[in-house]
């Protein structure tokens, strides 16, 4: 699933092409809004939060998606060719003078009232990549629950947004901190800082990167390399599923690096 970073990167991208231009057509594959039409409705901004997408537009509305695990928006001069892949997977068409802006396999996809934005992100804690990011209630959040695991509450988006498996993965690797160690023993806010600190980097860098040598297989420490050995100690890394049922996630560790107890 996309993480904070990619997401913002793909809010930055969005508003740098469409903010200030009206919307000429406006085309939506989903049965919600099949006979929505926002033309003649001029693109305010685009903005993220957490792992949502608000576009905000003249006249008091918010189109809304988020990216699940396979969803993304692409943009195209007029005449490119759009290859974001088949013309079934297409959710959302949004045509201005310049650019057009084609949503494809958004697994969310709604319109708002922009004073209602809340009813759509109002649940996610604060935003590790917003500039008035609120640490202390981040902080507070991943403590109020201390038999929990670090690895659940840091993946809770009620806690705080942005993180995805890959930096509560990483973040429990370079913090020493075994998946299933609770909250309770844990240095919270070093955790916050370094969630924060990761996501602010890779949005800089332009992929995700936790080890500092941004090569091809050597950008993480343990997320994705069940079996391998680790880089700082050599022992073989494991797997396993972590979190509620029907809601488990994949996580990495060493069992060296990150002991239990």
């Not at 998946?179 to 240095?187: G, I, K, L, S, T």
Request: proline share 6%; with cysteine.
């Amino acid at each position: 699933m996309p993480e904070g970073d990619t997401v913002w990167r793909a809010c930055t991208r969005l508003n740098q092409s469409l903010a200030g231009l009206e919307l000429v057509r406006t085309d939506f594959r989903v049965p919600s809004l099949a006979t929505t039409d926002l033309s003649g409705r001029t693109v305010l901004e685009v903005v993220a939060r957490g792992k949502h997408i608000l576009m905000r537009l003249s006249g008091g509305l918010t189109l809304h998606s988020h990216f699940r695990m396979d969803g993304s928006w692409h943009l195209y001069r007029p005449g490119e060719r759009w290859r974001g892949g088949p013309t079934h997977e297409i959710r959302a068409v949004l045509e201005t003078s310049n650019w057009t802006a084609v949503g494809y396999r958004l697994p969310v996809l709604d319109l708002v009232a922009t004073d209602n934005e809340d009813s759509v992100v109002g649940h996610l804690g604060p935003d590790l990549l917003s500039p008035s990011f609120d640490r202390a209630a981040a902080i507070a959040n991943v403590e109020s629950d201390p038999g929990r695991t670090i690895s659940e509450a840091l993946l809770d988006q009620r806690n705080l947004a942005g993180i995805g498996n890959f930096y509560r993965t990483e973040v429990c690797f370079l913090l020493g901190l075994h998946p299933w160690r609770p909250v309770a023993d844990v240095d919270v806010p070093a955790a916050v800082d370094l969630s924060r600190k990761l996501l602010k980097a890779n949005v800089r860098n332009g992929v995700q990167v936790s080890t500092g040598v941004d090569r091809p297989g050597q950008r993480t420490w343990v997320f994705e390399r069940a079996g391998k050995a680790c880089r700082r100690c050599g022992a073989t890394i494991r797997t396993g599923n972590l979190g509620e049922p029907t809601r488990e996630r994949v996580t990495y560790w060493c069992p060296a690096c990150q002991p239990e107890s």
